[in-house]
């Protein structure tokens, strides 16, 4: 199991270095950016030119606001920076976000983020190969790029890409066309091992692949603190994240799962704006089924026994950016999970 950084969404950019030397020093292995307050590539090539040794990984960049010749060059540019430890991570977000906070069309988010990823791969191999440039799907079409566009070839053309998702035909397009699968935070051991994992299974054997050729790649949330004034506050803190995540319809299978029912009340309440008070309709066995509650020498062994084989890389949701949390003691969080 691989352990990563997951860069906080509000680092500004004259810190990215910084914290890019301290995850490799801590002992991370990879270090993620997400697309939610800043650019997520822009960190990646600093942090590419600080630590080489780390593996870089947007987790994710929102692909359909961007054409795939604008996302294969940027991702070029990083797998060459980086010595080919570069993943790209994609997601499609939602609807209103790709409606009103893009500016951007909404169709079939499966159907296009698989001619997304295709477009992405002729693309590259144009680039490598220097063959004229011919893809005609659906969604997409490209059939010109001049050599004075054209970036050339790099000693590590097969970029991964690796797609997120909560529910099943997500999934089985990761097993269908990808390199990885990156888990939502909101998830369970139940859910992974009834939905997603069965769905990426299927969708590989239907195009001769295995399920192993897709790595899972995910974040816990983790409750801990040196004393139980700690241990409360964590609790409450990954409560009112998971009922965010819960309000949410596209998370609703996660919920149905398991029978959990307040799903609705959660939603009905986000729209009032009693986001203060959502926390509490969460009850402790949910934090429990969704994340892991350990004292801080207990966080490795608990990931271990929880994901077993079932997750190639996971980063702590919950735990970076804890103020009782030592680099010392992270460290050896990092080493114990490993």
């Given at each position: ?159 991964p890409v690796a797609i997120a998702g909560v529910g099943p035909q997500l999934a089985r397009l990761a097993g269908e066309r990808c390199d990885g699968f990156h888990v939502h935070p909101f998830h369970t051991v139940k859910y992974l091992d009834d939905v997603l994992i069965p769905n990426i299974a299927a969708g590989a054997g239907e195009h001769g692949r295995q399920l192993s050729d897709v790595d899972l790649i995910s974040t816990v949330f983790v409750v801990t603190g040196r004393d139980e004034g700690e241990m409360q506050k ?105």
């Amino acid at each position: 199991m691989q352990v990563d950084y997951y860069l906080p969404s509000t680092t500004p950019a004259r810190d990215v270095a910084n914290q890019a030397r301290r995850a490799a020093e801590i002992g991370f292995d990879g270090f993620f950016t997400a697309e939610t307050a800043h650019d997520p590539f822009i960190p990646l090539a600093l942090a590419a030119t600080t630590q080489p040794g780390l593996t870089l990984g947007t987790a994710i960049a929102v692909a359909f606001p961007r054409s795939p010749m604008i996302t294969a060059q940027v991702a070029w540019d990083l797998a060459e920076m980086s010595d080919g430890r570069f993943i790209l991570g994609l997601g499609t977000q939602v609807k209103p976000h790709i409606v009103r906070r893009f500016s951007v069309d909404w169709t079939t988010a499966s159907g296009r983020l698989r001619d997304y990823i295709d477009a992405l791969r002729a693309i590259w191999s144009s680039f490598q190969t220097g063959e004229s440039l011919r893809f005609d799907s659906e969604e997409y079409r490209f059939s010109l790029i001049t050599p004075f566009f054209n970036p050339g070839p790099i000693a590590h053309p097969d970029v991964p890409v690796a797609i997120a998702g909560v529910g099943p035909q997500l999934a089985r397009l990761a097993g269908e066309r990808c390199d990885g699968f990156h888990v939502h935070p909101f998830h369970t051991v139940k859910y992974l091992d009834d939905v997603l994992i069965p769905n990426i299974a299927a969708g590989a054997g239907e195009h001769g692949r295995q399920l192993s050729d897709v790595d899972l790649i995910s974040t816990v949330f983790v409750v801990t603190g040196r004393d139980e004034g700690e241990m409360q506050k964590a609790m409450l803190a990954a409560k009112q994240q998971i009922a965010f995540y819960a309000s949410t319809p596209s998370y609703r299978a996660v919920l149905e799962t398991h029978g959990w029912d307040f799903g609705e009340e959660l939603n009905r309440m986000s729209r009032r704006g009693e986001w203060g008070a959502m926390a509490a309709v969460i009850p402790d066995d949910v934090v429990a089924e969704v994340g892991v509650i350990a004292e801080p020498d207990g966080i490795g062994d608990a990931i271990k026994t929880r994901y077993g084989d079932r997750i190639a890389r996971v980063g702590y949701y919950t735990l970076d950016g804890a103020p009782m949390m030592s680099d010392e003691q992270l460290a050896s969080i990092v080493a114990a999970t490993r």
